[in-house]
Nanobody
Framework: QVQLVESGGGLVQAGGSLRLSCAASGRTASRYAMGWFRQAPGTEREFVAAISWSGSSTYYADSVKGRFTISRDNAKNTVYLQMNSLKPEDTAVYVC????????????????WGQGTQVTVSS
């Protein structure tokens, strides 16, 4: 059992930055891959970024590549999503997830999910 709690969301203007955090508790000794997903009203859940347990491998959606950076600090049991050059299209609820397998863009391969944090980017 792993519990994931996101934080760091809020309201920013276009071009601004936010850093989201995902704190894990429970079976944090397991070597989980981690991912970030987002969902805007009326849309399907969208893959954003993923990272291997070691941090050596990262993956990004084309829509955020070059603007977002995923990282992790296993000593703190925390995964981060640094979001720069934010656009109104980035507005969504951002959710972190943990996978017992390798990093993947498929949400049905993740085993644990957080509750989400709202990110709103104004024009």
């Amino acid at each position: 059992q792993v519990q994931l709690v996101e934080s760091g969301g809020g309201l920013v203007q276009a071009g601004g930055s936010l850093r989201l955090s995902c704190a894990a508790s429970g079976r944090t000794a397991s070597r989980y891959a981690m991912g970030w997903f987002r969902q805007a009203p009326g849309t399907e859940r969208e893959f954003v970024a993923a990272i291997s347990w070691s941090g050596s491998s990262t993956y990004y959606a084309d829509s955020v590549k070059g603007r977002f950076t995923i990282s992790r600090d296993n000593a703190k049991n925390t995964v981060y999503l640094q979001m720069n050059s934010l656009k109104p299209e980035d507005t969504a609820v951002y959710v972190c997830a943990a996978s017992e397998g390798p990093p993947t863009i498929s949400p049905n391969k993740y085993d644990y999910w957080g509750q989400g944090t709202q990110v709103t980017v104004s024009s």
